[in-house]
């Protein structure tokens, strides 16, 4: 855990300075400088009623009926300007914050989806990167301007202020500077890296903790079979058990930083009075300089004292920068550590883009390379025809499809594949997004404008013809995967096949939930459609709609994983 220190700058800037220099960067600088320009105003107006309520005590004690209605009135007319000038400083401040958030959410989306980042990361120690995205980067941008406005405001109280209790003591501003540097050195020495280490914990706890009940959201049905609803709750009251032990951890030393701060900062008020006194009993000072000393010492004290003062919110605030900056770091360290495998150089598959599908000695291994799954593989798949890929469980025949597309390119050989915008993936457990019955059809290729008529002839050709009359339509929204069937789910992402038209397609046991009657109909659809197309699948009667077979052996006993490429029987 790094310490409050100098490394949270160093990590801070790292978040903001793309903003900052973004082409955004003027806008967001003007903001900034009106919000600055608004903050000095204010102060100065702060200085001027805090001048006139040491003017109203002296005018009171005085007995100064003339001077007290005067600077009713100048208390007044200053009160007018103060309010909406400090509501547009507020006002100013959260929208500034608002568009940073908005331009780094943008930008942390677009890096966790560019070169499949959020693949790599599902694999790696970055835990809950959809908290990272929306309450870290929220925390951070406000957090960020509401921290750096107070310092400009502190740095300007001080220099306003300081100027008024010079005129009334000179011992008092020595003081304040002793004072407040030997408390905040105190506080961050003491509190620093305890309170830091916790409130880090507490975001990653919390974070679990709401992720498993997600998980029973999502997979309600599996649970309910199962019956597992006591192991689930006991996992669920485990993590919150977390949540709670750490919380307790947090609040005990909170407890001992407010019991330093309310000590600390009592003193502020009754100092200025014990300093102005004597002046006062020997009247060389009126009765209103206390009330206006202590004004003044009081804003002075609190702005030399920002750190205490907003410690406990610093602490979390720098937890929040280190998540946001490790998972920053981590679109980097994928992109610099794919070339090796625990720091030794890895050898990778070859990728090139052709119009056909091939695969030319190709040796694929796991990822951290402590396995070969498929040795030496050659074979090439014609134009128009269907390849299937068969083995027992864990031979590779997954893993073939993920080095395909891509994902997975540990070892040597090469892949010849066309462009991936040519291919379209079928996955066993279908893929429903958020949206309506049209964009479960056209996905991946939301822009496709397609009329209902062809919609209709479609799920009539998957054989799902009443699914739009059951559903209200094609601009229904629902949770498909819940009110599909699996088998409903498989045959509609043929529907989005057919419409999607790839030049190639790659089925993951994508018939594993129909009878054979469904799937003999599929897979004449797609011969029809003239795609080339690769399944990987158990069944016997597969054979009967591909030209190839390709059987993994999965044995790697001897260092060597077979396969073996023979001719299926005639088509049917």
């Excluded at 400088?33 to 002296?58: A, D, H, P, Q």
């Excluded at 599902?122 to 925390?139: G, L, M, W």
């Excluded at 405001?153 to 501003?173: C, E, N, Q, T, Y």
């Excluded at 004292?305 to 406990?312: D, T």
């Amino acid at each position: 855990m790094q310490r409050f220190n100098l490394v949270i700058f160093r990590q801070f800037w790292a978040i903001a300075q793309s903003y900052w220099s973004s082409e955004e960067k003027w806008r967001a600088r003007g903001l900034l400088l009106v919000v600055i320009v608004m903050s000095l105003g204010y102060t100065g107006l702060s200085v001027l009623l805090n001048n006139k309520r040491g003017e109203l005590i002296s005018a009171l004690s005085a007995q100064d009926e003339a001077r007290f209605w005067q600077t009713i009135v100048v208390f007044a007319g200053t009160l007018v300007l103060y309010a909406p000038l400090y509501a547009g400083y507020v006002y100013l401040r959260d929208r500034l914050g608002l568009e940073w958030r908005q331009w780094l959410t943008s930008d942390f989306i677009n890096r966790y989806f560019e070169n499949r980042a959020f693949y790599h990361i599902n694999h790696s120690d970055i835990d809950n990167p959809d908290q990272r995205i929306t309450e870290d980067v929220k925390s951070f941008t406000q957090e960020s301007l509401v921290l750096l406005l107070a310092l400009v405001d502190s740095v300007l109280a001080i220099a306003a202020f300081s100027s008024v209790l010079w005129g009334i003591s000179k011992p008092l501003i020595l003081f304040l500077v002793v004072y407040a540097l030997v408390g905040t050195l105190t506080t961050i020495g003491v509190f620093g890296k305890p309170l830091m280490e916790i409130n880090f914990n507490q975001l990653k706890k919390e974070a679990d903790f709401r992720f498993s009940l997600v998980r029973v959201r999502e997979n309600a049905e599996a649970i309910a079979f199962y019956q597992g609803e006591a192991c689930e709750s006991d996992r669920i009251k485990a993590r919150f058990g977390e949540v709670f032990d750490n919380f307790k951890r947090l609040i005990v030393w909170e407890l001992n930083l407010n019991i330093l701060t309310n000590a600390y900062e009592f003193i502020p008020f009754i100092l200025p009075a014990i300093v102005v006194a004597p002046g006062i009993f020997a009247g060389e000072l009126e009765v209103g300089k206390v009330t206006e000393a202590q004004g003044a010492f009081i804003r002075v004290f609190f702005s030399l004292n920002l750190i205490v003062a907003r410690f406990q919110s610093l602490t979390t605030f720098g937890a929040g920068v280190e998540r946001l900056y490790t998972f920053l770091e981590s679109f980097e360290t994928t992109a610099e550590t794919d070339g090796k495998i625990e720091g030794v150089e890895r050898t990778a598959i070859e990728t090139q883009s052709r119009d056909h599908l091939a695969l030319e000695h190709m040796t694929l291994q796991t990822p951290n390379g402590q396995r070969t799954l498929i040795k030496d593989l050659s074979l090439k798949l014609p134009v128009g025809e269907g390849l299937l890929v068969r083995g027992v469980s864990g031979c590779g025949k997954s893993s073939l499809l993920r080095a395909i597309v891509g994902l997975w390119d540990t070892g040597t050989g090469t892949i010849v594949r066309p462009p991936l915008d040519e291919m379209l993936f079928l996955p066993q457990r279908p893929y429903m997004i958020l949206g309506t019955l049209r964009d479960q059809m056209v996905y991946p290729k939301m822009d496709l404008s397609i009329e209902d008529s062809q919609l209709r002839d479609v799920l009539i050709q998957v054989n799902l013809p009443d699914l739009e009359q059951r559903h209200g339509g094609f601009e229904a929204e629902k949770n498909w995967a819940e009110v599909l069937s699996l088998g409903e789910q498989q045959r509609l992402i043929f529907a989005r096949l057919l419409l999607n038209k790839p030049s190639y397609a790659i089925l993951d046991e994508a018939t594993s939930a129909l009878d054979p009657k469904n799937e003999k109909h599929l897979y004449q659809k797609l011969r029809e459609s003239g795609m080339t197309f690769l399944s990987v699948g158990h069944r016997e009667s597969l054979s009967d709609h591909h030209q190839l077979v390709l059987d993994l052996s999965g044995d790697t006993s001897s260092g060597d994983a077979t396969w073996s490429v023979s001719a299926s029987v005639p088509l049917t």
